[in-house]
Every structure is written in structure tokens, then in C-alpha cells.
């Protein structure tokens, strides 16, 4: 058996690890390629960061009252949306329920082996991935033919080190370890950082804490959940996109402010002296959040800089003003880890790893990686079409590009990236999207479609879009885009 054949042969076994939505996407679509998945999951549930138990220890970094900050309609996967009755924005226990029911109309379930970790993961010589496992009970080996890693990002919680922090009386905390507000009645909090985490969790604490206060060095846009009584991620138009960059931030300014003076706290937050920086969707902060304009407009939450240094039972913040605190709850993000690979071959320095397309490793062949992007925008169908592009690569329906040439793309991308974003893995819908379902086949020919051409350039951009043309286009898909609400 020469090597190609030996590869070829191998593909039909891949091995997944982590069974997210990243994960159970991937294990769907390598099925719909003929290849046999086998995912690794650490815990005993699937769901990633959505899983959620009252010990952080049993269970994801998800709070209790965890709910979506993209809406339901761009977040669904192309074949699988979610149930109608549910509200734009559904909450944790939901979207746990629609991973299930994804996972069982699959058969993806059967695939899964719960309570394995993977302890490593080796190419071999003759092109194949060889991963030891191990459960509570016993050790194993086995070789696949190509590997895919959906562990995600959120892997180790980022605590930053502050002078002073080792004397603090007071209480510090990562938002892994938050699950609900109760235990932090009467007491005075700082919850430092302004992603969608730092935003729920405050606008929880300010209800029944004795004081919160939000300390950011940079300050944040916080956009309206609903804009013109939509979704705000239904303003990531088709159209919109293709307006020049600097009048579309222009635009979507106008309407993010317009918001503000609709809910009233306009005038509010610059006498709480909320910094408001560029907006500029590559360079900034968008944190999708009604709720916290309210409470720091009335008062509810403070508003501070970032924090200088730790005293005893204070904390002072970079304007030299300072407040007592229990607790200092960092919502401050993730280092992201692959502890299964040998760091020669492959590390996460300041969580950037350099992939082709932001999924193939150049120099690892048969090897991918599926949803370890920052989205501006729902996640799930990038993963999906990321899924799409790996598993046609394994099969051999797509061919990649020399190791050299996806080495020079890549540099291109990040330098180019570099440029915009201090985020090298920060993408945009649906630049990103289209790009990926090029490398396919599947991005959408509009003019294919004059029946639905205003909703695919001015409704919400919706995985089933990429379900139109191509390889597995879907009958359904322009039915579905048609019931989808068109931005005013």
C-alpha cells in the first residue's frame, strides 16, 4: 500500500476533540463526507461553554442566567433552526436544548465518548494523528486519519496580576467561578472588564450587592440588544458590507447613539463619564447589552478606570481615586491552551495561533482547527462552515495549497490584520464567511436567487444562505431565508 492510498484509506477515521457546538458541528458534517467521527469530550455532557452546573468545577464557565448575545436567527446552524416560540435572544438552558436535539437528529450522540480527556495528540510518520486518551478507568491508544480540535478558546481563565493583589483582604475572583448573584448580597463589588460577561454579571450584581462598580481602562460600545426593533446583529447586511468602511461605522453609529436617546440615558452616561472610544468595529469593543446602559444611567453601577493597584481594603483606579471592596470579580477573558501538544509543534502565545484561513495549521497536515476565531457576530455558523471546509479537505474533494504558499497567506492575513486589530484572530460577517465558503464551493450566486435577492441583501445573514449553491445545497434553504425579517 503506497502513501497516498494509506492516507486516503486513514481519512475515513478522524478524531475530534471537545464536543461544543464547534465539536458537534464538525462530527455532523465529517459524517456528511463519509468519514467516521470519533469525539473526545472531558466532561460528562456535550455543550462547551454553554454547559452549566451549580460547581463550577462539574461544569462550563456558564452563569446561571447565561442567555445568547447574538440572536437566534443568525446563530442557528444552516440545517437547524431554532424553534420559533423562543425569544430573539434565548437563554442558556435553550440553547443547551437545541445542542441536544442537534446532537440526537444527527446521530452525532453515538459518536461521543463523555469523561475522556485527551492527554496527547502525535502526528506520525506515515501522515496520521496518534492520540492517547484516558478515562477515570483506564488508558487508551488509537491513530486517525486527520484530527480536528474544538476545544475552544476559553480554556484557562486570565486573572491579570496588580501591585498590592497578594495584601488584599477582600475577595478575587474569575468570572469561570461566577454562577449567581445571591452570595454577593450587601457586598461591594468591582467587576473589571466590559465583554458580554462583565456586562450580564453587573447588571446582576446591581440588584442586590450593597455597590457595584465597573472598572475598564478602555471603555466599551454597548450596543442595544434591538436596534429599530430588531436584532442588532440583523444590521450585519449583505448591503452593508458593501458600503465603504468608514461611512458604514458612520451609519451604524448613528444608530447605536439613535438607541441610546431612545432608552434615555444618553445624556446619563457622559455625567457618569462612560468613555465611548473610536467606533470602529476592528479596533474596539462591541458588547451587545440594554440592560447596563440602564443601570450605570441611573446610577446603578459606577463607573471607574482601570485599576491601579490593591490596598488592604481598598482598590485604587488609574484617575487616583479609590473605593472599598469585597470583591474584585476579573471578567477578563481566557488563555487558550492545547495541553495535549507537544509545545514544539505547536503553542497559543498571547492566544494567536498562526492557521491558514484561520483553520488549517500549515505544516501539520490532516490537522484543523474549528471555532477558535473571534466573531463579530455568532460563532456557531462560522464553525459550521469552518467544519464544512476541514472535512472537505479530509476527504479530498478540496485541495489546499502548498505548505509554503499557506505560510505566506497566512503572514499576509496577519500582517494585514495587525494593521486593523490588536486581535489577530478577530473575523468579520460576512467577509469571513464568504471567504470560507469560496474555499468550497458554497458561496451564495446571488442573481441565482431573484426571488429572496432582498432578503439575501438586506435580511440577516443566515447560515442558510451557504446552503443555496454548491455541494450539500439544501432545497429548503430559500424558504427559510425568506421567513427571515428584512432591517429597515
Known sequence: MNLMHSLFTSTRRAAVIGAGPSGLATARWLLAEGIEPSVFEQSADLGGIWKYHEEPADGGPAYRSLRTNTSKHTMAFSDFPFPDALPDFPERAAVMQYLHDYAAHFALTEHIHFNTRVESATPTSTGQWQLRTRTATHSDTQTFGALVVCSGRDSEPHIPCYPGQEIFHGTVLHSARYRTAEPFAAQQVVVVGTGSSAADIAVELSKVAGSVLLSTARGAWFLPRHIRNRPWDHQLTRLGARVPYRLRMRILRA??????????????????????????????????????????????????????????????????????????????????????????????????????????????????????????????????????????????????????????????????????????????????????????????????????????????????????????????????????????
Open 255 to 488: 444608530l447605536v447613539l439613535s438607541e441610546y436617546a431612545r432608552l434615555g440615558v444618553t445624556d446619563q452616561l457622559r455625567h457618569a463619564r462612560w468613555p465611548l472610544p473610536e467606533f470602529d468595529i476592528w479596533k474596539e469593543r462591541f458588547t451587545p447589552s440594554s440592560e447596563i446602559l440602564v443601570q450605570i444611567a441611573n446610577g446603578q453601577i459606577g463607573v471607574k478606570p482601570g485599576i491601579l493597584r490593591f490596598e488592604e481594603h481598598e482598590i485604587v483606579f488609574a484617575d487616583d481615586t479609590r473605593a472599598n471592596a469585597d470583591v474584585v470579580l476579573f471578567c477578563t477573558g481566557y488563555n487558550t491552551r492545547f495541553p495535549f501538544f507537544d509545545p514544539a509543534q505547536l503553542t497559543s502565545e498571547g492566544n494567536d495561533i498562526p492557521l491558514y484561513k484561520h483553520v488549517f495549521p500549515p505544516d501539520l497536515p490532516k490537522l484543523a482547527f474549528v471555532g477558535m476565531v473571534v466573531v463579530g457576530g455568532p460563532l456557531l455558523p462560522i464553525a459550521e462552515l469552518q467544519a464544512r471546509c476541514a472535512a472537505r479537505v479530509f476527504r479530498g474533494a478540496v485541495n489546499l495549497p502548498p505548505p509554503d504558499q499557506m505560510r505566506a497567506s497566512t503572514e499576509q492575513q496577519r500582517a494585514r490584520q495587525r494593521r486593523l486589530t490588536p486581535y489577530t484572530q478577530r473575523v468579520q460577517l460576512p467577509d469571513y464567511a464568504d471567504e470560507l465558503a469560496g474555499i468550497i464551493g458554497a458561496r451564495p450566486r446571488l442573481m441565482r436567487h431573484p426571488r429572496i435577492l432582498a432578503k439575501l441583501l438586506l435580511g440577516p445573514l443566515l447560515a442558510a444562505q451557504y446552503r443555496l449553491d454548491g455541494p450539500n445545497a439544501m432545497p429548503q434553504a430559500e424558504q427559510w431565508i425568506r421567513r427571515a425579517p428584512v432591517s429597515a
